[in-house]
C-alpha cells in the first residue's frame, strides 16, 4: 500500500559492496515507517466493527449492527459515509502531504523527512487515543495520514538508496513486510482491547500507534543520511565517508564518481515534473501509475482495512471476525517473507503472473460461495464454508504479499532515472493513495450495492492487470538502476520506441546518456 527519490545503494554491479550491520540497522530502523502505516490499516477495521466505538462515534451504524429491524441487508449494516471517512481521509491527508514530502527529501535529506513523519504520526496518535468527538477523531487521521505521506515518500526511497545492487529488492520489501507486521500487530492488539470491560478498549487500540510511531522517530534520530541524498545536497566529502562505512570498503571511487555524476546531471533539471512527461520518460511514468491503480483494485485494502467487518458482515461474531481478521494478518507477515527471498531470484514478472492466477481463482471461489449460502437477510454460512471463506481470503492475501504488495513500491523505485526520480516517486505515492482514499471510502457501499459481486468485480481487474505485466512489464532483477535505459527500456519490444531521443546533440557534439540513462540536455 506505498516512498522522493529512488536510488539504488549503488550504481553498477560491479562496484565492491559488502553486507555491513550498518546497513542492515539503518535499514530495519527505516523500515519501521512501513510497521506505523500497517498498524494504522488494520487498527481502523477492528475499531470501527467494536459496538462501543460504533455507539460513541456513529450511533446510526451501531443501531443497525444490533436491530434486526430496519436493515435492508446483511451487505449494508456498515454502509455510512461517515465511518469510510475514519479510515479514508488518513489517506486524503497523505496524498496532500506527499508533494510537501517531495521537497523535503530532497532539499532536507532522506533522514529528516523520516524524522518528520515520526512527528506526525505521534501528534495524530495523540488525537485519536483522546478524542472526545468525530472532529478529533478526524484531525488524528488526518495528522497520521501526513505521517504517511512522508514515510511513503522517504523510507522506500532511503532503503533502495543504502542498499547494495545484489539485495536491493530483498532490503527495499523490508518496507512492506513492516507493513504487514503492523497490520497483524493491529489485529492483535484489536482482539485484545475488544475484550476489556468498559468500552474503553478502542481507545488503547489508537493509542498503542504511538509505539510504532516513536520508533521511527528515534529511528530517524541515530540512521545516516544517503550517500545519494549527501552527495545531492552538496556536502561530498560527508557522501563518500558514508559510502565508505556503508560499503565496508575504502575503494569506492569509481561508485562514488558515479553518484556526483548523477546527481551533477539531475542539478541541471530545473522543472523535474516537467521533465517527467518528456517522451523518453513516459514508459517509466505509465508503468508507475498503472501499479498503483492496479494495486488498489486486487481489493487488498479492502479486506485489509475492513476485514473484521467483513466477517461480521457475513454472519461471524465479534470476537471470531477479529480472530479471523488475526490469521490473514499472520499469512501477510509470512508470505511477504516469501517476497524479500524469492524477489531477486525468480523476478518480478514471475511473482506477479503467478500470483494473478492464485487471487483470480481465490476471488472467484468467494464471490460463489457467498452468492449462494449470504443473501440479504440470512447468514446461514455453515463452519465449512465460514473456514473455506477464511482459507480463500487467506490465499489472496498471501498471493498479494509476495507479489503486488511490495513490487507495486518496488518496481517504481527502480526505473525512473535519477532526473526524474523526485517528481516520478511523488506521482506514485500521490496517485498509491488517491486510489487507496477512494476504496477505502467506497467499499462498504459498494459491499452494499454489490454484494457477493464484489469479489468478481475485482477479480475482473486482477485479470485485465495480468495482461499488463504479460506484455508490457519488463523484468528489472539484478539490473543496477543507473543501467536501466541500456538494459531494459532499449531492449523492450514497445518501450525502445520511447527512448530514439536518448542521445541529443549538444554543441555540435552528440550527448549520450549511456549506461546511466541520464540525459544532460533534458532541459535544452
Given at each position: ?7 539504488s ?16 540497522i ?7 515507517g ?33 436491530e ?12 455510512n459515509?461517515?465511518?469510510q471517512?475514519f479510515?479514508?481521509s ?8 506527499t ?6 527529501t530532497?532539499?532536507?535529506?532522506r533522514?529528516?523527512?523520516m524524522l ?58 523490508l518496507f ?37 510511531a ?8 541515530f ?17 563518500k ?18 553518484l ?19 517522451r ?11 501499479l ?11 479486506i485489509?482495512?475492513y ?22 494478518g ?14 531477486d ?10 500470483a ?10 468467494i ?41 507495486g ?13 523526485s ?12 486510489f ?18 464484489i ?8 485479470l ?18 543507473e543501467e ?13 520506441r ?15 546518456s549511456?549506461?546511466?540513462?541520464f540525459?544532460?540536455s533534458?532541459?535544452l
Open positions: 500500500m506505498a516512498g522522493g527519490v529512488m536510488v545503494g549503488g550504481g553498477g554491479s560491479d562496484f565492491e559492496a559488502k553486507i555491513t550491520p550498518i546497513v542492515i539503518s535499514c530495519i530502523m527505516a523500515a519501521t512501513g510497521l506505523m502505516f500497517g498498524y494504522d490499516v488494520g487498527v481502523s477495521g477492528g475499531v470501527t466493527s467494536m459496538p462501543p466505538f460504533l455507539r460513541k462515534f456513529f450511533p446510526v451504524v451501531y443501531r443497525k449492527t444490533v434486526e429491524k430496519g436493515v435492508d441487508s446483511n451487505y449494508c449494516k456498515y454502509d459515509q461517515g465511518l471517512l479510515t479514508s488518513l489517506y486524503l491527508a497523505g496524498l496532500t502531504a508533494f510537501f514530502a517531495s521537497y523535503t530532497r532539499k532536507l535529506g533522514r529528516l523527512t518528520i513523519a515520526g512527528l506526525f504520526f505521534i501528534a495524530g496518535t495523540a488525537f485519536n487515543a483522546a478524542a472526545q468527538n468525530l472532529a478529533m477523531l478526524i484531525v488524528g487521521r488526518l495528522l497520521l495520514g501526513c505521517g504517511v505521506g512522508f514515510a511513503n515518500q522517504a523510507v522506500p526511497v532511503f532503503l533502495s538508496e543504502i542498499a547494495p545492487t545484489r539485495i536491493r529488492g530483498g532490503l527495499n520489501i512492506q513486510l513492516n507493513v504487514t507486521i503492523g497490520i497483524l500487530f493491529a489485529n492483535l492488539v484489536n482482539y485484545g482491547t475488544n475484550k476489556i470491560k468498559g468500552g474503553w478498549g478502542w481507545r488503547l487500540s489508537l493509542g498503542l500507534a504511538g509505539i510504532p516513536a520508533l521511527l522517530t528515534l529511528g530517524a534520530l540512521v545516516v543520511d544517503t550517500p545519494n541524498s549527501l552527495i545531492e545536497r552538496g556536502h561530498l566529502d560527508q557522501g565517508a558514508v559510502l565508505k562505512k556503508i560499503r565496508g570498503t575504502d575503494n569506492v571511487e569509481p561508485e562514488f564518481l558515479e556526483v555524476e548523477a546527481s551533477r546531471i539531475a542539478q541541471e533539471v530545473k522543472h523535474p515534473f516537467r521533465n517527467l512527461l518528456k523518453r520518460n513516459r514508459p517509466q511514468l505509465v508503468i508507475a501509475i498503472a498503483q491503480i492496479f494495486q488498489q483494485f486486487t481489493g487488498i485494502n479492502a485489509m482495512f476485514a473484521p467487518v467483513l466477517f461480521n458482515t457475513l454472519g461471524f461474531k465479534n470476537d471470531a471476525s477479529l480472530y479471523s481478521a488475526v490469521i490473514t499472520a499469512v501477510n507477515v509470512l508470505s511477504t517473507i516469501v517476497s524479500i527471498y524469492s524477489v531470484k525468480v523476478g518480478r514478472r514471475m511473482l506477479l503472473l503467478e494473478g492466477v492464485q487471487m483470480f481463482l481465490s476471488q472467484v471461489v464471490s460463489i460461495i457467498l452468492g449462494i449460502k449470504v443473501t440479504d437477510h440470512s447468514d446461514d454460512l455453515s463452519k465449512g464454508f465460514a473456514i473455506l471463506v477464511v482459507v480463500m481470503v487467506c490465499t489472496f492475501v498471501s498471493a498479494f504479499a509476495w507479489s503486488w504488495g511490495p513490487l513500491w518496488l518496481i517504481p523505485s527502480e526505473t525512473f532515472p535519477l532526473e526524474t526520480r517528481a516520478g516517486q511523488s506521482v506514485t505515492v500521490c496517485v498509491n493513495l488517491l487507496t482514499f477512494v476504496i477505502a471510502q467506497a467499499f462498504l457501499s459498494m459491499l452494499c450495492h454489490f454484494k457477493f459481486g469479489f468478481l468485480f475485482f477479480s475482473g481487474w486482477v485485465i492487470m495480468s495482461c499488463f505485466v504479460l506484455f508490457l512489464l519488463p523484468e528489472t532483477k539484478n539490473v543496477p538502476i536501466m535505459t541500456e538494459r531494459v527500456w532499449k531492449q523492450h519490444w514497445l518501450w525502445k520511447f527512448m530514439e531521443d536518448d542521445d541529443h546533440v549538444v554543441d555540435g557534439k552528440v550527448a549520450n549511456g549506461a546511466s540513462g540525459n544532460p533534458s532541459q
